[in-house]
């Protein structure tokens, strides 16, 4: 069951904290790591997760991008999400949508680390 709860103004310093080790790990790999999601919008109540976009120049060094994340402790999402949900009327390859999602830290809030491609939709 997903919960909404009131705007948490220690939600863009939990992002820093997370995106901090994910920055150094990464590095060149990494194009940008931005805040995104309902806890990104100052003010908006929301699922109480931090959701962290990854973006890299397209997705052929994803296996070691995530290697490099499952080392400071994240895991891929239970079912294996390799895809985000169309939406109604988007056109284009199902490739737009690609991308993987990791979760699961030990220490603290487990946040959702989604890795996407540049210039995508998704």
């Known amino acids: ?12 310093a939990e992002f820093q904290r997370i995106a901090a080790p994910l920055r150094t790990a990464l590095g060149a790999q990494a194009l940008r790591i ?14 109480d997760k931090i959701d962290i976009q990854v973006t890299l120049h397209d997705l052929t ?10 080392a400071l402790g994240y895991q891929p999402f239970g079912a294996l999400i390799t895809l985000d949900h169309c939406p109604p009327g988007a056109n284009g390859p199902a490739s737009d ?13 487990p946040p959702n680390i989604h890795i996407r491609a540049s210039g995508r939709p998704n």
Do not use: C, E
């Open 61 to 70: 060094n994803t296996a070691a991008v995530v290697a490099m994340i499952s």
């Open 97 to 109: 949508w690609q991308k993987s999602l990791l979760t699961s830290f030990p220490d603290g809030r």
């Open 1 to 12: 069951m997903i919960t909404i709860v009131a705007y948490d103004p220690q939600w863009p």
């Open 34 to 47: 931005d805040h995104i999601g309902s806890t990104a919008v100052p003010g908006l109540a929301a699922k």
